[in-house]
């Protein structure tokens, strides 16, 4: 399985994040919608992603422990030809967790992918992708991925331990 070190906060200042992320990569972000359709699977997280950009639609599994910081992430990805039979099959074979919709903004900066998100129904979010080689250890990507978030000036008090999914389904359940 590939893996990342993810790290996920609340933004609160998005265009003040925007400009800083854009001051440490070099090209200009690429900009596009993202729909997520989660379904309940034993273990780990089981999504179907499509893009509005062209992009061709994916399914992504990956395993993270639920924590605030930085953590690893294990996934695996794979194409999808027909996104709308593939929902259709895992709508009807699982549980459809839930659908989680946003207008994503990519920055990247060496290793490191900055997700500016807006999600719909939460707001807007910062996210961490330090994406990590055969190699490469855990420890120095939690250490980049710390470096990178005060470099953008992301407080610890905003940090997000779970999935948007996971958000949306605990507001729902408030509501």
């Not at 992320?21 to 690429?30: R, S």
């Not at 992301?154 to 949306?168: G, I, Q, T």
């Amino acid at each position: 399985m590939a893996r990342n070190i993810e790290i996920k906060a609340r933004a609160r200042h998005f265009d003040a994040l925007r400009e800083r992320a854009a001051q440490l990569a070099p090209d200009a972000p690429l900009i596009f919608r993202q729909l997520d359709s989660f379904y309940d699977v034993p273990r780990g997280r089981l999504k179907l992603r499509q893009f509005d950009d062209g992009t061709p639609p994916e399914l992504i599994f990956y395993q993270r422990d639920d924590r605030d910081g930085p953590k690893a992430s294990y996934y695996t990805r794979s194409p999808v030809t027909n996104a709308e039979a593939m929902h259709s099959l895992l709508a009807t074979a699982l549980t459809t967790r839930g659908i989680v919709s946003k207008e994503r903004h990519v920055y990247l900066a060496g290793r490191t992918r900055i997700h500016l998100d807006r999600v719909d129904g939460l707001g807007d979010f910062v996210e961490l992708e330090v994406v990590l080689g055969p190699e490469d250890d855990e420890q120095g990507g939690e250490a980049e991925a710390h470096a990178m978030f005060k470099q953008l000036g992301v407080d610890e008090s905003d940090l997000v331990a779970v999935a948007y999914v996971d958000l949306l389904n605990a507001s729902a359940v408030a509501a």
